[in-house]
């Protein structure tokens, strides 16, 4: 099954036509809630479960130009974001908006064809809140992707970064996912995130990395999370740069944290799709993200390889417990 017309009711949605009016109705009621009670995020997990016989238990985020990590997933049922009520919409070219279900290496996932930003408007909370509808859904594997620039002077352009840890810049700032009341339902009210990202899964993608040859373009490293949208400065690369980090972008570090929050284990790997420019006249070097999306797309399978590689063992170690 593929697509609106097999589900059959995904259609009911808010605005059934798509005139631009509708549609700039619909991103500005998906920025108008700011945030998500547990009882409007459990309305959206039931919308999907009445609509959708698979119950993943793998929750994959695809990130920029990284659609396609989700073609290999079988039996496939998608949903359009803006056909899901009270969904954000998703505004950034490289990424689709759409939710699609089904299994990869015989495991029931669900799949996000385009994430969520800051700089898109939307609070933090309501950036990661697909992550708890996940987790509703009984998901309890998170495997979140990215676009990033390198920082660490090792990486080259379409190497894979598996994300051993992150620095939460936007925290710094007092900025969280988890602001505001907590719900004891998702988690606690101070979560740790010493193991945010899981050490088995962190070595079993070493593993397949060195079966699929391809050891020497896949690193280990910590990602950032900057507010975006403009890329950064020379000076703000050096200073991410002493403070230890491999690879900055402007996602996945709200999502990690809700996911760690609600008990889920995080795998995530940035793909390298620019260097950070630590000269002033390397104007050549400069972000731009028709670049970032080529990459990804051009780098898409390989990738998806390495996910699908990984949920394989996943799947084995399901079945043996
Ligand atoms: O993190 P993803 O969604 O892969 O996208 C990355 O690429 C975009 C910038 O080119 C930003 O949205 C940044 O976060
Ligand atoms: N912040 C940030 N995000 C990115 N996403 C892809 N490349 C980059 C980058 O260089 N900086």
């Known amino acids: 099954m ?28 998906a920025m108008e809630k700011p945030t998500y009670a547990y009882d409007d995020i459990k309305a959206i997990a039931d919308y999907l479960m009445e609509r959708t016989p698979v119950r993943p238990k793998i929750g994959i985020i695809c990130g920029s130009g990284l ?12 949903f359009d974001y803006e056909n899901i009520p009270n969904f954000p919409v ?44 996940m987790k509703l859904m009984g998901v309890q594997y998170l495997m ?51 193991n945010a ?32 949208p403009n890329y950064e400065t020379v000076a703000e690369l050096k200073m991410l740069r002493i403070l230890g980090v491999d690879a900055v972008g402007m996602s996945t570090v709200h999502e990690v944290i809700t996911a760690r929050h609600c008990d889920m284990t995080v795998f995530a790997f940035s793909l390298i799709t620019n260097i950070g420019a630590l000269e002033y006249d390397s104007s050549e070097d400069e972000a731009n993200h028709e670049e970032v999306v080529m990459v990804g797309k051009s780098r898409q399978s390989i990738c998806g390889q390495l996910m699908c590689r990984v949920i394989k063992e996943i799947a084995k170690e399901c079945q043996t417990k």
């Open 144 to 194: 979140a992707t990215n676009a990033a620039g390198g920082l660490n002077p090792k990486y080259k352009v379409g190497d894979i970064m598996i994300m051993r840890d992150h620095i939460n810049m936007m925290g710094f700032a007092g900025n969280s996912p988890l602001q505001g009341p907590n719900d004891p339902r998702f988690g606690p009210r101070f979560p740790p995130m010493t």
């Open 2 to 29: 593929t697509g609106k017309k097999a589900n059959g009711s995904c259609n009911v949605a808010k605005n059934t036509s798509n005139d631009s009016d509708n549609e700039n109705r619909n991103v500005y009621y």
């Open 67 to 78: 659609n396609s990590l989700a073609d290999s997933i079988t039996n496939t049922q998608s």
């Open 90 to 133: 998703s505004t950034v070219e490289g990424h689709v908006g759409r939710m699609i279900f089904g299994y990869l290496e015989n495991m029931p996932v669900m799949a996000m064809q385009g994430r969520f930003h800051y700089y898109e408007g939307y609070p933090l909370a309501k950036c990661s809140m697909p992550v708890r509808v």
């Open 197 to 228: 990202y899981n050490a088995h899964l962190i070595s079993v993608a070493h593993k397949m990395a060195k079966e699929m040859g391809i050891s020497h373009e896949v690193h280990e490293g910590v990602y950032t999370c900057l507010g975006g």
